[in-house]
């Protein structure tokens, strides 16, 4: 209940682990994102926190669209 299924359509994912303390490693993650040159499509991007969503030290891949 209370749950949302999304559909992404395939292609090639680049995949960047943020570890360490929630929210803080995520956007650390994402600037550095942000500041590369990867070819992004926007297409479909999305984080994994996994079974360990209750932790606040965790380590969440981060899903990025690419060419």
């Known amino acids: 209940e209370g749950m949302?299924?999304?559909?992404?359509?395939?292609g090639k994912f680049a995949v960047f682990v943020?570890?360490?303390?929630?929210?803080?490693c995520i956007i650390?993650?994402?600037q550095?994102?942000?500041?590369?040159d990867i070819k992004r499509t926007y297409t479909?991007?999305?984080e994994?926190?996994?079974?360990s969503s209750l932790n606040?030290?965790?380590?969440?891949?981060?899903y990025i669209a690419i060419e």
């Open 4 to 10: 949302v299924t999304r559909k992404i359509s395939a």
């Open 18 to 24: 943020a570890k360490g303390k929630v929210p803080d």
């Open 28 to 30: 650390e993650t994402w």
């Open 32 to 36: 550095k994102i942000w500041a590369s």
């Open 44 to 46: 479909g991007d999305y």
């Open 48 to 51: 994994d926190y996994g079974a």
């Open 56 to 62: 606040p030290e965790k380590e969440v891949n981060i």
